[in-house]
């Protein structure tokens, strides 16, 4: 599916769902998650992305882990996501990788559509909050190579955390979860 595809289906289950929703991005590291979800944010009137990196833990990111261990999904889920569809107010807690410790407490934006883009998201856990469940359909090693071009473009040598973390922590959380058999759509990134 096109981006105007998502577009659609995300209007369509705004109308529907009688509740604020969540549309959750999800794909391997360098798949263009962020890149469609800032534009689904751009282009959904209302709607409002909460940045998955904001709920990375930098040390559990950089180790291996069979399920994405690095990714907080306990604290997204109790700060945006089940407050945000039952249309509670709620604050949350920013990464700030500058300081490397969460920062203040912010208050959950009020809107209807929140677009969620993370590694690890179409986990068991999270998915019974997720109403669009989209995944970036680039396969690992494309998306791995975008991944760590982009890294060197912005100065980051993450070569040995590609190589002996993050892929094989991709595989692993493939293997165990199946999040690409999860998704509502796959986008063609």
Request: proline share 6%.
């Amino acid at each position: 599916m096109d981006q105007h595809g998502v577009i659609d289906l995300v209007a369509a289950r705004r109308a529907s769902a009688g509740h604020p929703i969540v549309v959750g991005i999800s794909g391997y590291c360098g798949s263009g998650k962020s890149t469609l979800a800032r534009s689904l944010a751009g282009n959904v009137p209302g709607a409002v992305r909460i940045r998955g990196d904001d709920f990375l833990d930098p040390e559990r990111s950089h180790r291996r882990s069979a399920d994405w261990d690095g990714v907080d999904r306990a604290r997204l889920m109790s700060s945006v996501l089940e407050p945000h569809r039952t249309g509670r107010a709620s604050t949350f807690h920013r990464f700030d990788w500058s300081v490397r410790a969460l920062g203040p407490a912010e208050p959950l934006p009020t809107t209807d559509v929140v677009v969620v883009d993370l590694i690890g998201l179409f986990h068991p856990d999270a998915m019974p909050h997720i109403d669009v469940a989209v995944w970036c359909d680039v396969d690992l090693d494309t998306a791995a190579r975008r991944g760590m071009a982009r890294d060197r473009r912005l100065g980051r040598d993450h070569h040995d955390l590609w190589r002996d973390v993050w892929i094989p922590n991709e595989r692993d959380f493939e293997a165990q979860f199946a999040p690409r058999d999860a998704a509502d759509v796959l986008f063609d990134g």
